[in-house]
C-alpha cells in the first residue's frame, strides 16, 4: 500500500464548477499536511498547509481527518488557471528529519 | 531574489555511466533536499541536507549519494546509471529541516539510454 494515496483523475471540469480531490495516508506518526500544485513540467509549488481544524485560502478549502487518516482540497469557483496536478503531502518526522512523503498527484483540467 | 538553481536543466547518458547533479538553494536556506520524479508520479524523497550534514535519506540504493558545501550548495552523485534511474531530479530548499515549505528548482531532466 502506498504511503499516500489519491485519485489520479482526471478531472475534466467546466469554469465555474467546484472540483473537491482526496488523499488518504497510511502513516498514523505523520505530523503535518499540504497541497502542493505542479504545473505541466513545471516544479511543484506549495499551495496550502493543511490544518486540523480545516482552513480556507480564497477559492481553496482544505481539511484534515486525522482518525480516518484523510485530507481533501476543494476547489470553488473553478478557473482556467487552476489546471494543474494536484499533490497531496505528509510530512513524517524521521529521527532528526521530517520526510515529504508525496502522493501521485490528482491532475485537473478546467475548460472553457 | 534567484530562487532555486539546478544545472543542468538536461541531460542524457548510458547505462553504466556517472551523474553528478548540482542545486543552489535560495539565499539564506541552509536546507536542501533531493527528489526523484518518475513520469506520471509524484516526488519521491531521495536525500536532505541541512548544515553540512545528512538529515534524511529515502529508500534508493548506494549508487546515489550526495553532499552539501559550505556555501549550502549540494550535488547528487549517481553511479552506475540504470535506465530506471531516467526521471526528473528536483532540488528543493527550505529555511530549516523541519518544514512542510520546500521551494522547489526547475530540475533536472535525466534520460539513460
Known amino acids: 500500500r502506498k504511503e499516500v494515496e489519491q485519485d489520479p483523475g482526471p478531472f475534466n471540469v467546466p469554469e465555474g464548477a467546484t472540483v473537491a480531490f482526496n488523499c488518504t495516508y497510511s502513516n498514523s506518526a505523520s505530523q503535518s499536511f499540504f497541497w502542493y500544485r505542479q504545473d505541466c513540467r513545471k516544479e511543484p509549488k506549495l499551495l496550502m498547509s493543511?490544518?486540523?481544524s480545516g482552513n480556507e485560502d480564497g477559492r481553496f478549502t482544505a481539511q484534515l481527518n486525522r482518525a480516518s487518516q484523510y485530507i481533501s482540497l476543494l476547489i470553488r469557483d473553478s478557473k482556467l488557471s487552476d489546471s494543474a496536478t494536484y499533490l497531496c503531502v505528509v510530512n513524517i518526522s524521521s529521527g532528526s528529519a521530517r520526510q515529504l512523503t508525496f502522493g501521485s498527484g490528482t491532475q485537473l483540467t478546467v475548460l472553457p | 531574489d534567484a530562487g532555486v538553481t539546478q544545472s543542468p536543466t538536461h541531460l542524457i547518458k548510458t547505462r553504466g555511466q556517472h551523474v553528478t547533479l548540482r542545486c543552489s538553494p535560495i539565499?539564506?536556506?541552509?536546507?536542501v533536499s533531493w527528489y526523484q520524479q518518475v513520469l506520471g508520479q509524484g516526488p519521491q524523497f531521495i536525500f536532505q541536507?541541512?548544515?553540512?550534514?545528512?538529515?534524511g535519506r529515502g529508500n534508493f540504493p548506494d549508487r546515489f549519494s550526495a553532499r552539501q558545501f559550505p556555501n549550502y550548495s549540494s550535488e547528487l552523485n549517481v553511479n552506475a546509471l540504470l535506465l530506471g534511474d531516467s526521471a526528473l531530479y528536483l532540488c528543493a530548499s527550505s529555511f530549516t529541516p523541519n518544514t512542510g515549505e520546500l521551494f522547489f528548482g526547475e530540475g533536472s531532466r535525466l534520460t539513460v539510454l
Open positions: 493543511v490544518y486540523s
Open positions: 539565499s539564506g536556506h541552509k536546507s
Open positions: 541536507y541541512y548544515e553540512k550534514e545528512e538529515r
